[in-house]
């Protein structure tokens, strides 16, 4: 007998014809790339959900014995007075950690002890609110503001904004738009106003921080990094094009009252010594505001806020973006007390006319 030819493919059958071979690779290539497809498909889901996912809830701390929770009216903060009538009203700004955490606590204890009423906003990531910080309406401050001049035991005449980061970007542009703002204090600030901070924005750029009537305000977007982890090169090589994209940049001119600014050089967040002194010199050439600004050449993006100690986790975990815990609370105890000096000299007298 003699043995039959057994093809590759059916195991000793009958060999195939060229056509059912081609048939069997066409079969081959639809499921492969099916299984290609179904894998793009899959990681595009994964990254429009990364995307578009609701941001983690922020710490809301609670007001504590000397203040109270205010949710109403649009609002949602930690109200803490003074107790004492017609005394000046500050609205206290957190950064992109959102929510109402216990740093800007601090400090508003510390501003009411000094004899101030202090409305510590949150502005995202708050009940209410956006939970990520893009298109945030500027008119939520304003309402903040509003609600401070209602308030009895406030001088309406004698407001001001204290921001750190974000919140001090906010604050410097909120002061050119809200008139009888009489002073800023901007810790870590920015001379122009970024893209939002959100997978959206940050991946495809010309979606604004901030928001006015429902327009975005103009806003930079991030420029490319350097391969690191480090966000500072995005925020340096943005700037770097700012002359292309000159309506980004906050008008800080616009503001009549007086400015407090305080960074640190080793700021490795983004560039908040370089974006001060920008804001310095466009106040100078314009003649207004006033302006004090106060660098620490060893601290970082932890360079303002209430004094603690280097050992405490709060500095620990700020010397990881720029500068040690020992020179960010150095700074800090240095500055702390001009920030208040700063606010005493401004509010105390009525205002010029």
């Known amino acids: 007998m003699v043995a039959r030819r057994g093809s590759c493919c059916d195991g000793g059958g009958p060999p195939l014809s060229a056509w059912g071979r081609r048939s069997i690779m066409k079969r081959r290539w639809k499921i492969a790339i099916g299984v290609v497809l179904f894998l793009v498909v899959a990681a595009g889901g994964l990254f429009a959900w990364n995307l578009l996912k609701p941001a983690k809830p922020a710490e809301i701390v609670d007001a504590g014995t000397t203040g109270r ?10 109200y803490f007075t003074a107790g004492q009538a017609r005394r000046p009203g500050i ?18 204890l510390l501003l009411q002890k000094a004899g101030y009423n202090v409305l510590h906003l949150g502005y995202f990531n708050v009940p209410g609110k956006h939970s990520k910080l893009e298109r945030v309406p500027l008119e939520h401050f304003y309402r903040g503001l509003d609600w401070l001049k209602a308030r009895p035991e406030v001088d309406g005449t004698a407001l001001a904004i204290v921001g750190y980061s974000k919140g001090a970007e906010a604050a410097l542009l909120v002061a050119t738009r809200y008139p009888g703002v009489r002073a800023v204090v901007a810790g870590m600030p920015s001379n122009v106003v970024w893209d939002g ?22 806003s930079l977007a991030y420029g490319s990094g350097d391969g690191s982890k480090d966000l500072l090169p995005v925020f340096v090589n ?12 906050i008008p800080v001119e616009r503001f009549a009252g007086r400015l407090l600014m ?5 700021d490795l967040l983004w560039p908040s010594c370089p974006m001060g002194r920008a804001v310095e010199a466009r106040a100078r050439k314009a003649g207004r505001p006033a302006v004090q600004l106060l660098t620490y050449p060893e601290a970082g993006h932890a360079v303002m806020g209430a004094p603690l100690p280097p050992e405490h986790k709060t500095m620990r975990h700020w010397a990881t973006i720029g500068g040690t815990a020992q020179a960010n609370a150095a700074a800090r105890a240095d500055s ?3 920030v208040v000096a700063f606010l005493d000299a401004t509010l105390a007298n009525p205002p010029a006319p």
């Open 336 to 338: 702390w007390p001009k």
């Open 69 to 78: 929770r205010i949710d109403e009216g649009g609002l949602f903060a930690n």
């Open 91 to 108: 609205l206290l700004l957190g950064g992109s950690e959102g929510g109402l955490g216990k740093d800007l606590k601090l400090q508003a």
């Open 262 to 266: 305080v960074c640190g050089e080793r």
């Open 238 to 249: 943005a700037l770097a094009e700012l002359g292309k994209h000159p309506e980004t940049e």
């Open 197 to 218: 901070l959100s997978g959206p924005a940050i991946l495809f750029g010309g979606i604004s921080s901030w928001s006015q009537g429902g327009t975005p305000v103009p």
